[in-house]
């Protein structure tokens, strides 16, 4: 945790080996653990909430070979880029391209991609919900509309599952709302990772 705001997330990772180091260290410290022996990091799974996507997204963009060993992606109404047209609302494409890359991968189940969100309006830059709709735009895909109650009384209003991409929105303006995606992504994303 970074803290609030998606600039420390950004910055965290603004050098191509800063997540390098993060990997040096995991593997050193699973080694000093003695519980896996010869345990090797291979495929990395990414997850985030909120601005934590900063991170991820900055990470992806300065490392090529990075972006080759991931396999997974899981974002928490966190998945974000900026208009380019703000009196419009039009969602800038450019930013999410690298992302439309790994839906069309999970789609054929090449990678995992996973997103959930809820309808938390943004003010001066996208929402997750504007994004998410920009992405599926990019992609010629559609929603499914999915009336449930998922975890923690969370209202679904639709669906989109298409190999192993898979999106879930929920409704919730409030930041009880935001905070019960991060608490829910052990039942949301999590058992989409284990069977992976």
Same mark, same amino acid.
């Given at each position: ?108 189940? &090449?990678? /995992? ?8 309006? =943004? @003010? #001066?830059?996208?929402?997750? !919900?504007?994004? *998410?709709?920009?992405?599926? &735009?990019? /992609? ?8 449930? =109650? @998922? #975890?923690?009384?969370?209202? !679904?209003?639709? *669906? ?37």
């Amino acid at each position: 945790n970074l803290g609030a705001g998606t600039e420390p997330y950004s910055n965290a990772f603004k050098s191509a080996e800063a997540f390098d180091r993060l990997l040096a260290d995991a593997q050193a410290e699973l080694t000093k653990s003695n519980r896996a022996t010869d345990a090797q990091l291979r495929r990395i799974a990414l997850s985030a909430w909120s601005a934590g996507f900063s991170s991820i997204a900055r990470a992806l963009n300065a490392n090529d070979q990075l972006a080759q060993r991931v396999d997974a992606i899981l974002l928490a109404d966190g998945f974000f880029t900026f208009f380019s047209q703000p009196t419009k609302r039009t969602v800038n494409a450019q930013g999410l391209e690298k992302f439309a890359k790994y839906a069309e991968a999970a789609r054929h189940n &090449e990678k /995992l991609f996973a997103i959930t969100h809820t309808t938390i309006p =943004t @003010g #001066p830059y996208p929402s997750v !919900q504007e994004c *998410v709709t920009k992405l599926l &735009e990019m /992609l010629d895909m559609q929603k499914q509309p999915a009336v449930a =109650t @998922g #975890p923690r009384n969370m209202h !679904q209003f639709y *669906v989109v599952d298409q190999g192993s991409f898979h999106i879930r929105g929920y409704e919730g303006t409030q930041a009880a709302d935001h905070v019960r995606q991060l608490h829910a992504m052990g039942e949301t994303m999590y058992p989409l990772l284990k069977t992976r």
